[in-house]
């Protein structure tokens, strides 16, 4: 309709999009919940591979912690096998009461 420039202030828009991030990013943290893995402890694993198909679990165990490294990752063990998991693969198990 009208022949007007238009000048962005990419400056203020940077600004504004990083509030939102952080008001977002802020928002997702309150979720989360801090939680320190101990050797002995039992934990479940999560299966590899993508979809999972109807009727399948979602997670494996309760396997128990023999060592925690300083990285991320835990040791634990599988029957006969110790295996070196990230923390991202695994949650804590709680033991059922009653």
Same mark, same amino acid.
């Given at each position: 309709? *009208? ?12 600004? +504004?999009?990083?509030?939102? !991030?952080?008001?977002?990013? @802020? ?30 679990? +979602? ?8 060592? !925690? ?20 693969? @695994?949650?804590?198990? *709680?033991?059922?009461?009653?």
């Amino acid at each position: 309709m *009208f022949d007007l420039t238009y000048l962005a202030d990419w400056t203020a828009i940077g600004k +504004k999009r990083q509030l939102v !991030v952080d008001k977002q990013n @802020v928002k997702e943290n309150k979720q989360r919940f801090d939680f320190d893995y101990l050797v002995g402890q039992k934990v479940l694993l999560e299966q590899d591979g993508g979809k999972l198909r109807k009727g399948q679990v +979602k997670y494996l165990g309760p396997y128990i912690i023999t060592s !925690v490294h300083t990285n991320g990752t835990i040791r634990i063990q599988r029957g006969s096998i110790s295996e070196r998991v990230n923390i991202r693969r @695994v949650t804590p198990y *709680f033991e059922p009461i009653g």
